[in-house]
């Protein structure tokens, strides 16, 4: 196989419930050029790499590499990326799946761009009450911060250039959680316009329990604290800490008036926001004293 001009990365971390999925719908898509796909495994222990490369068996351009001195989804994007070959980047996860015809969109869309991201959709994989406690953003423009500033997207449906790449650096392996925010953030201050691609679509699964949706939001929330020190300087208004906590307070007694699983989702969505945000904010206060 010649040496490919695009490159796909897709991290894996123990997703084995779901990445044959992705897999075969990676395997579907269509390009009029040579195009690889990375499979990073970062240190599975439920054989998601051993499934990985059996997909690529007879694949050419396909490989699974290993992440293993590290890990997180900016890790193993970081690995994968350095060990692929193209001059256009594209980043896609493995518990998603990715739409027909989203290849050669993201691809087009780097034609007058260096930087995108597609659209995200949510009913193909997600059941009605988990839709319903939570909107999904990215599904008809670029997401916003709070309070609101640049525009970001998730890294489950994002594009660049290697030139890009190479300007602006790698993930922030500090940040856990948001470091696709963090990149957006970070990208688009040194001079570099983030572009909506709507044809580009991936099939986004969401958190399918209460606990995992109470675990990630409240990853989130702290996240942001730290994107707010990250680039206070840069002029990223300050997030209000005491309204957080007073918001917090106010929504415990919503608890009582839930009648459904989607509004109680939806409550438990917005406490682990309220509880990570205060995290965050109390943890910087307490380690600067």
């Given at each position: ?15 084995r419930e779901w990445l044959g999925e992705q897999l075969a ?7 009029d050029e040579p195009w690889e796909l990375v499979v990073v ?193 840069d002029g990223m208004p300050p997030p209000n800490w005491r ?47």
């Amino acid at each position: 196989m010649s040496s490919p001009r695009v490159s796909v990365v897709l991290p894996c971390h123990n997703a084995r419930e779901w990445l044959g999925e992705q897999l075969a719908a990676l395997a579907a898509q269509h390009l009029d050029e040579p195009w690889e796909l990375v499979v990073v495994d970062n240190a599975s222990t439920d054989l998601s790499g051993d499934l990985a490369r059996a997909a690529c068996r007879g694949r050419p351009g396909w490989r699974v590499v290993e992440a293993r001195h590290g890990r997180g989804a900016a890790h193993a994007r970081n690995v994968g990326v350095a060990a692929a070959r193209g001059d256009v980047l594209l980043f896609c996860d493995a518990d998603d799946v990715v739409g027909d015809g989203w290849l050669a969109a993201l691809v087009a869309a780097l034609g007058g761009a260096d930087f995108v991201a597609g659209r995200w959709e949510a009913g193909r994989l997600n059941a009605p009450w988990v839709q319903r406690a939570r909107p999904l953003p990215q599904q008809d423009g670029l997401q916003e911060f709070a309070p609101p500033w640049l525009p970001h997207a998730g890294a489950g449906n994002l594009g660049l250039t290697r030139a890009l790449w190479e300007k602006v650096g790698a993930f922030d392996e500090g940040f856990p959680s948001l470091e696709d925010t963090e990149y957006c953030f970070r990208t688009q201050l040194a001079g570099h316009r983030l572009v909506f691609a709507p044809d580009a679509v991936v099939h986004v699964r969401l958190r399918g329990s209460l606990a995992a949706t109470y675990r990630q939001m409240r990853a989130y929330g702290e996240a942001s604290v730290a994107l707010h020190r990250r680039f206070a300087a840069d002029g990223m208004p300050p997030p209000n800490w005491r309204r957080g906590l007073g918001g917090w307070a106010l929504s415990v007694p919503r608890l009582l008036a839930v009648r459904d699983r989607a509004a109680l989702g939806a409550w438990v969505l917005r406490l682990g926001w309220r509880v990570g945000r205060l995290r965050g904010s109390l943890g910087h206060r307490i380690l600067a004293l």
